[in-house]
């Protein structure tokens, strides 16, 4: 079946505008994570989502970062006021179950100018 | 915490040979799992292979290998007879297995050139 998918590829944004970045996880799989991948900070979690539970946040760098996820699937990570520290990789993984293997996403590319 | 090390940032090998990647790692749990991800220019991560931390015997999936040692705490790769699509940045991470998250916490990488 189709693997997770991310959209867009790549985002150029400006300072202080806020961008979406969307997640499709694999079909089933109610384990999701959002990591960062960035020069200075190398491959860092985020966030991380299972089922209908709390999301567990406490790899979101500040209160400018938030994601939620709709229906158990879809995930949207949201980034308000972009910072030029926040260009990076932001790569989203699934797995079928808690503590399962992960499969990524092909990650989106975040310029912020 | 725990925290993952490679030292390595890059390393070249020739076509058909065997090359040895490290990674170490710091944890004072004695229940953990270790990977090693491969991440072609597509960005896309791929696991290459896992190991078990309560299992003694090295890891081995075709022509990629593990080095564990336990006490050390070092989890090498090994990977034979080097193919040109073999280069990649690779990764080395390690996952708790008393977390209820499970997410993973990675190495800094290492890009793996592969001569003709």
């Known amino acids: 079946g189709a693997g997770v998918s991310q959209s867009p590829s790549n985002k150029v944004t400006e300072k202080g505008k806020d961008v979406e970045l969307r997640c499709d996880p694999i079909s089933g799989h109610t384990a999701l994570y959002w990591y960062r991948q960035s020069l200075g900070q190398g491959l860092e979690f985020l966030i991380y989502?299972?089922?209908?539970?709390?999301?567990?946040k406490s790899g979101l760098p500040s209160d400018r970062f938030s994601a939620e996820r709709t229906g158990g699937s879809v995930s949207t990570l949201t980034i308000q006021r972009t910072q030029q520290e926040d260009s990076a990789v932001y790569l989203c993984?699934?797995?079928?179950?808690?503590?399962?293997?992960?499969?990524f996403g092909p990650g989106t590319r975040l310029t912020v100018l | 915490a725990q925290t993952v090390t490679q030292s390595q940032p890059e390393m070249s090998v020739q076509e058909a040979e065997t090359v040895t990647l490290s990674c170490t790692y710091d944890t004072s749990e004695s229940d953990y799992y270790l990977f090693w991800y491969k991440q072609p220019p597509s960005r896309q991560m791929i696991l290459v292979i896992r190991q078990e931390a309560y299992k003694q015997q090295n890891a081995t999936e075709n022509r990629f290998s593990v080095n564990f040692q336990k006490a050390a705490k070092s989890f090498s790769l090994k990977i034979s007879d080097s193919q040109l699509g073999d280069a990649a940045m690779y990764f080395c991470?390690?996952?708790?297995?008393?977390?209820?998250?499970?997410?993973?916490?990675f190495g800094q990488g290492t890009t793996l050139q592969v001569k003709p």
């Open positions: 993984a699934s797995s079928s179950r808690e503590r399962g293997e992960q499969f």
């Open positions: 991470a390690y996952r708790s297995s008393s977390s209820n998250t499970g997410k993973l916490i």
């Open positions: 989502f299972q089922g209908n539970s709390a999301p567990d």
